[in-house]
């Protein structure tokens, strides 16, 4: 049992919520960020459920998007929890648009939220983990963000930055304990998915040759590989979860 405290942003999310229960079932201690309570209309509910299942969760209030929203949940988490060992970078949203369409607001959504994020929160911890010596980054990246997707100029670019941060913030942790990694999943059947329109999304699954959606669980388990201690020679490197849709 590691006992390292790990944050999760986008906890309450499909994705994050497997990520925390695999985490949990590995020993770590686990705190989710979710989204400005009033925009989580769901977040009682999860609390219940997580209390159902014996294993309750603490959440802090982080506007991913937002550099001092970050700050100040960092600040309270590590006052109240401890110090962040391992960060699950997993909070995300789309605002699908074709580019002759995409408003100026779609683009900054999706850019601060899938990618200025990353920066937002990475920096609260990453001086604390070079410091001690331990620290694990994974950031949810996307298949879309690996090969273009039609409709998501905003979504694609913020997640093939990602990955850049992973690379060049790697070769700065690495010499102190700290690695960075990324996972890029394909399609996997969350909200986030339930949104496509059906005809739209009929058609994506026919080009994924496992013939189906992912699973949540089937990302938990890669970022519970990614954050052990025995994976410290692992970083800078991208890991694509996407049943054969993108293979590069
Ligand atoms: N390739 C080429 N052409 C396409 C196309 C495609 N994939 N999809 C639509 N088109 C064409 C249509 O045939 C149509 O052509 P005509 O005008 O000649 O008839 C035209 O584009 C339609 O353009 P519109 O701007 O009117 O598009 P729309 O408003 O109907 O919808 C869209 C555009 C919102 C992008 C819609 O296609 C859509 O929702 N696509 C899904 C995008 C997607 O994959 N999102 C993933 C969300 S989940 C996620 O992001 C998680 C993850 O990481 C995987
Ligand atoms: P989801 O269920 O919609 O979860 C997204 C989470 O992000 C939610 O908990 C949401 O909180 C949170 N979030 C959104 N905006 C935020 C903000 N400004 N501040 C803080 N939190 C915010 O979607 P998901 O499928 O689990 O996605 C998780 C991650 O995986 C995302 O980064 C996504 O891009 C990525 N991904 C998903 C897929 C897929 O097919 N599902 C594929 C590849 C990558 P609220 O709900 O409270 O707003």
């Known amino acids: 049992m590691s006992g390292r405290v790990a944050l999760v942003t986008g906890g309450a999310g499909g994705i994050g919520t497997e990520i925390c229960k695999k985490l949990i079932s590995e020993g770590y201690r686990v705190v989710v960020t979710c989204a400005p309570v009033f925009e989580c209309p769901n977040l009682d509910e999860w609390k219940k459920q997580r209390e159902a299942e014996?294993?309750?969760?603490?959440?802090y209030e982080a506007n991913v998007a937002d550099f001092t929203s970050c700050k100040n949940a960092v600040e309270q988490i590590e006052k109240e929890v401890g110090p962040i060992d391992i960060l699950v970078n997993a909070a995300g949203i789309t605002r699908d648009s074709t580019l002759k369409k995409?408003?100026?607001?779609?683009?900054?959504?999706?850019?601060?939220?899938?990618?200025?994020?990353?920066?937002?929160?990475?920096?609260?911890?990453f001086t604390g983990m070079t410091d001690r010596g331990f620290g694990r980054i994974v950031n949810i990246s996307s298949v879309n963000g690996r090969k273009g997707q039609f409709g998501q100029a905003n979504y694609s670019a913020a997640k093939a930055g990602m990955h850049g941060f992973t690379m060049a913030v790697a070769q700065e942790g690495i010499t102190k304990g700290v690695t960075v990694n990324t996972i890029s999943p394909g399609y996997i059947g969350t909200e986030m998915v339930k949104k496509i329109p059906e005809d739209v999304l009929k058609k994506i699954i026919a080009q994924i040759p496992a013939g189906r959606l992912g699973r949540p669980d089937e990302i938990a388990r890669v970022v519970a590989f990614l954050v052990h201690e025995d994976a410290g020679f692992i970083t800078g490197a991208n890991i694509d979860i996407n049943g054969g849709q993108f293979i590069h």
């Open 54 to 59: 014996g294993t309750p969760i603490p959440v």
């Open 102 to 125: 995409m408003t100026e607001q779609q683009w900054n959504e999706v850019i601060d939220t899938n990618l200025n994020s990353v920066f937002n929160m990475t920096k609260q911890v």
